[in-house]
């Protein structure tokens, strides 16, 4: 029985200063400049690992990094942990709900996203060289993995890039966000009964029927009944006035804990268990946007960067690199999402103005495509030199995800979005205790403006927009939006409250500044360019203040032509 001395804790503790300390500070460097802190994570343990310390440096690499059964396992454990509960938040981070009521156009993209790239990566897979694989005598069992492996993208990374570009909160932001909720719902679903029927040779034909149903059967009681029961709880934990957010994080870590522990009684990896208990919690409108916000910081910034940093710090990155299958695998998944999306897109009857933005925001692999491959490769199914290949693209389709959208952004028609503000159309005061009643004095505005408008009919799809996804933006801002079918030409409302309104916004900021955007149900592109140049406007707090304290109508109409311009 081996012994925990006092040796042990200090080289653990020294290894997580290390790989926390490097993977972070990396981290922060590699954002500012518009890069995934995920390829710092991972280079910090490329660097500390065996593929540069272990060849320049190896005895200061064996002191660090010693070949200990019971170090390794200190180190792994802390290290399975952090992605544990990197799929719990990437499940608190998906809203069903939302991807449900968009389900018509969000499921006819998703499913071509999810079938079309497994048929174009499992037939060139199949025809691998044997030296790829683990069994040779298994190709059909790797060719799915593989292929599986490459059609899923990466939400969290999407997510990024359409705040960066000012365009989340639009409803194509909406619409790409559903369609990727359902693609790793799915997704999971899929590869969690594959890994549970294929990786263990010995079971038979009714064993694996049992695995499918219990999978199945697990996912929906807990999508289901599960949700109610969990959004019941999180209710009772406010009437109770239980301290916050440490007792909705206790719960949540306890749900994500009761999934694994579920997801691998009956056969399946606990990620999928962690992952869907995830879901369960982040669909209880209860749950604030700031306490999701703090969940998400302390998993994101204290445990899943011992992950992704481990990585390197088991595989030798330069022994397994295979340049033919880096690029092979690359452009396979990179081709494969794309053109599956676009399918999706079109025959989903979205406008041709957004066909390409759509469809690049389902490229990028990044963690979840690592974290995947990285089961994979526990189970045997695939050799190191495959999941390196699988590293590579995963990182480099999150690379060129931002650049690639922006591309694709800038292509659009340019012209001055401040032609649709009026000057009728501002209010200097708002008067509310409520974001519905803001919302319901904004839309009586436009109406005025507009006589055309019903005032009932656009506080009603304003509102209903406002459930699938709320319109904060932070810093005391929100922009309400909806798309009109008796509207012939945009119009932006604007409008102050003095005292702040509680718009669940993830820095728990009070909404002060409030822009209602209406445009034609047709006019995709001219809701988007509109939130971007006032997400643009509104980052500069400058522009904050100067609206805020503007002198009445006139005075807000001045710094509001100085402001707006085409981003």
Not at 180 to 190: A, E, S
Not at 432 to 450: E, H, T
Not at 514 to 527: C, H, N, S, V, Y
Request: glycine share 8%; aromatic share 8%.
């Amino acid at each position: 029985m081996h012994q925990l001395s006092e040796s042990h804790l200090f080289i653990f503790v020294l290894q997580i200063l290390l790989l926390l300390g490097l993977s972070r500070s990396l981290g922060l460097l590699f954002t500012r400049f518009g890069q995934p802190a995920i390829t710092a994570e991972i280079l910090v343990g490329v660097l500390l690992g065996p593929t540069i310390l272990g060849r320049g440096l190896p005895a200061l690499h064996a002191m660090l990094f010693p070949d200990d059964p019971m170090q390794q396992a200190m180190l792994e454990s802390i290290a399975w942990l952090g992605i544990l509960f990197f799929l719990l938040v990437s499940g608190l981070e998906t809203d069903l709900s939302s991807a449900w009521r968009q389900k018509k156009d969000a499921m006819v993209i998703s499913m071509a996203d999810l079938l079309i790239p497994i048929v174009i990566a499992f037939i060139p897979v199949l025809f691998l060289p044997s030296h790829y694989l683990v069994h040779p005598d298994q190709r059909i069992i790797f060719a799915l993995f593989v292929a599986t492996i490459l059609t899923i993208s990466a939400l969290p990374v999407t997510v990024r890039a359409l705040q960066e570009l000012n365009i989340y909160k639009t409803d194509v932001g909406l619409l790409i966000v559903c369609a990727l909720t359902i693609n790793d719902i799915t997704g999971w679903v899929v590869f969690a009964i594959i890994l549970g029927t294929t990786t263990d040779q010995g079971m038979s034909a009714s064993e694996i029927v049992t695995v499918l149903f219990t999978t199945l059967l697990f996912a929906g009681l807990f999508l289901t009944i599960g949700r109610k029961l969990t959004h019941q709880a999180i209710v009772l934990m406010h009437r109770l006035k239980m301290p916050e957010p440490g007792s909705s994080l206790t719960f949540i870590c306890c749900l994500g804990l009761l999934g694994g522990a579920i997801t691998l009684k009956i056969g399946i990896h606990a990620l999928f268990g962690f992952f869907i208990a995830g879901i369960m919690a982040g669909d209880s409108k209860a749950l604030s946007a700031s306490t999701r916000h703090v969940i998400s910081q302390m998993v994101r910034a204290v445990l899943v960067p011992l992950f992704f940093a481990s990585i390197g710090i088991h595989i030798d990155f330069i022994a397994g690199f295979d340049l033919f299958l880096v690029v092979f695998l690359l452009l396979l998944g990179i081709a494969g999402r794309y053109i599956g999306a676009w399918v999706g897109v079109r025959l989903s009857g979205q406008s041709r103005e957004h066909s390409g933005l759509i469809s690049i925001a389902h490229v990028p692999g990044g963690e979840m495509q690592i974290v995947v491959g990285m089961v994979a490769l526990e189970y045997n199914v695939i050799t190191e030199t495959v999941f390196i290949a699988i590293v590579f693209g995963a990182i480099f389709s999150s690379i060129i995800l931002a650049p690639w959208m922006k591309m694709s952004l800038n292509k659009s028609k340019k012209d001055n979005v401040f032609r649709f503000f009026r000057r009728e159309a501002l209010l200097p005061v708002i008067d509310a205790d409520s974001r519905d009643d803001a919302i319901a004095q904004l839309c009586r505005n436009a109406a005025g403006v507009l006589p055309e408008l019903s005032e009932e009919h656009v506080v009603s799809e304003v509102l209903a927009r406002e459930r699938d996804m709320g319109t904060a933006l932070e810093a005391g801002i929100a922009v309400p939006h909806a798309r009109l079918e008796d509207l012939e030409s945009p119009l932006v409302v604007v409008g102050r409250s003095q005292s702040g309104l509680d718009w669940n916004s993830a820095d728990d900021k009070p909404a002060e500044l409030l822009f209602l955007i209406l445009t034609p149900r047709g006019e995709a592109d001219d809701q988007v360019r509109i939130l971007r140049a006032i997400a643009s406007a509104m980052r500069n707090p400058a522009n904050r203040e100067a609206l805020r304290h503007a002198e009445g109508a006139e005075g807000m109409w001045t710094v509001l032509k100085t402001i707006i311009t085409e981003d």
